[in-house]
């Protein structure tokens, strides 16, 4: 890292307590790389705020793929939005159940459009949103 600022925080012991407890489960080697990622989150957080700024997410969905015309509606959506959404992943997970994960990038308001689509689509049984960053304005 370039050019490394140091600065001083003041924060109630108990809270410090929680929050060292906190790294050391996640496996930080520090606190300056867990703040580090907060920050980075709440900026992830800003940027999804603005509805036209460039974004990336994996929409991720569980269905039974007997649901009639189930598989064939989520490939349709898909494919109405190939500018968007860059790839797919598909999983068997036994024999009625497969899971699906679909990377969009776009405009976050558009992102989360397609997104709500694809959860909302009759028969999934569970659809999640995971927004990150194209990491542009990461530093």
Known sequence: ?????????????????????????????????????LIRGALVEEEWADDNQQTVATVTLVFDHHTRDLSDKLTEHQHSHH?????????????????????????????????????GTKGVKHGKLVATTTGRNLR
């Not at 003041?10 to 703040?35: C, T």
């Not at 500018?83 to 159940?97: A, N, Q």
């Not at 679909?102 to 694809?118: F, N, Q, W």
């Open 1 to 37: 890292m370039a050019d490394l600022t140091r600065f001083g925080i003041s924060i109630d012991e108990s809270l410090l307590g929680q929050f060292d407890e906190m790294i050391n489960q996640k496996g930080y080697v520090n606190r300056s790389e867990a703040i580090r990622d």
């Open 83 to 119: 500018e968007e959404i860059i790839s797919t992943l598909h999983v068997h997970l036994d024999h009625h159940h497969c899971l699906e994960v679909v990377v969009i990038k776009g405009p976050a308001s558009r992102v989360k459009r397609i997104a709500d689509e694809l959860i």
